[in-house]
T-cell receptor
Framework: SQQGEEDPQALSIQEGENATMNCSYKTSINNLQWYRQNSGRGLVHLILIRSNEREKHSGRLRVTLDTSKKSSSLLITASRAADTASYFC?????????FGKGNQVVVIP | NAGVTQTPKFQVLKTGQSMTLQCAQDMNHEYMSWYRQDPGMGLRLIHYSVGAGITDQGEVPNGYNVSRSTTEDFPLRLLSAAPSQTSVYFCASSLQGAGDSDTQYFGPGTRLTVL
């Protein structure tokens, strides 16, 4: 089975800085998604990128996908304290959506 | 729309007891799934369904059963609870299981403790 794996696991940054997270996977995918989870809550969808896309933007989010390297990155620009959360990548393949272990991001005001 | 709802929010069981975690969605989504989340393990897929009457196993199906008699409901049954099933359980749904319709909507979770 495929599974996304994020890197780094934990990130602490100052408000206003950019935060970058990476995700790698092992098999072919239909799409790759990023989710955010605030402490004690369910996951919230952030952005989806198809396997035939290389880059996608949504507000302060920028996602890239390199299928040759089987990797993706999530960039959050001009971070805010409210961006403090755990971020998960998920890969769709073989009718299943597999999640990575997550990145914990702390934005210091 | 209420979105994805889960009940109960918290549950404590004794080893060997059985129970059903309820999940419902009112968005007419075809695809529904159950995940468990454990510290340091991310989310692991237990079972999923691509439509009413169709279910399949995920990554960690042992000890759990599911059924999908209607589009709206996707209950998860623990037949004989074990301490290893202590976890937070999330139900999710999406319009479809591919393409741009693959956005998952998650419920608030059920925190289960098995003593």
């Amino acid at each position: 089975s495929q599974q996304g794996e994020e890197d780094p696991q934990a990130l602490s940054i100052q408000e206003g800085e950019n935060a970058t997270m990476n995700c790698s996977y092992k098999t072919s995918i239909n799409n790759l998604q990023w989710y955010r989870q605030n402490s004690g809550r369910g996951l919230v969808h952030l952005i989806l990128i198809r396997s035939n896309e290389r880059e996608k933007h949504s507000g302060r989010l920028r996602v890239t996908l390199d299928t040759s390297k089987k990797s993706s990155s999530l960039l959050i620009t001009a971070s805010r304290a409210a961006d403090t959360a755990s971020y998960f990548c998920a890969t769709r393949g073989n009718n299943r959506l597999a999640f990575g272990k997550g990145n914990q991001v702390v934005v210091i005001p | 729309n209420a979105g994805v709802t889960q009940t109960p929010k918290f549950q404590v069981l004794k080893t060997g007891q059985s129970m059903t975690l309820q999940c419902a969605q009112d968005m007419n989504h075809e695809y529904m799934s159950w995940y468990r989340q454990d510290p340091g393990m991310g989310l692991r897929l237990i079972h999923y369904s691509v439509g009413a009457g169709i279910t399949d196993q995920g990554e960690v199906p042992n000890g759990y059963n599911v059924s999908r008699s209607t589009t709206e409901d996707f209950p998860l049954r623990l037949l004989s609870a074990a301490p290893s099933q202590t976890s937070v359980y999330f139900c999710a749904s999406s319009l479809q299981g591919a393409g741009d319709s693959d956005t998952q909507y998650f419920g608030p979770g059920t925190r289960l403790t098995v003593l």
